[in-house]
């Protein structure tokens, strides 16, 4: 699908394509967009502070 993509917009004269990704996401979506040829050109640092106790919503793991 990504080349496809890639295809179509080289086809209306894109030279170039950008996309953002979580690098810490637990899916590997990084390493497969670089099998697709991309590569990373920058990267941001996120902080997080917790304001007020409660319950974790974040993703730690992938159940399987």
Do not use: N, W
Not at 1 to 24: C, I, N, P, R, W
């Amino acid at each position: 699908m990504l080349h496809y993509a890639f295809g179509h917009f080289h086809g209306e004269g894109k030279t170039s394509v950008t996309l953002d990704v979580d690098a810490q996401s637990l899916t590997g979506a990084t390493r497969l967009y670089e099998k697709a040829g991309m590569h990373v050109e920058r990267e941001f640092v996120t902080y997080h502070r917790v304001l007020r106790e409660g319950e974790d919503l974040t993703t730690q793991t992938l159940e399987e």
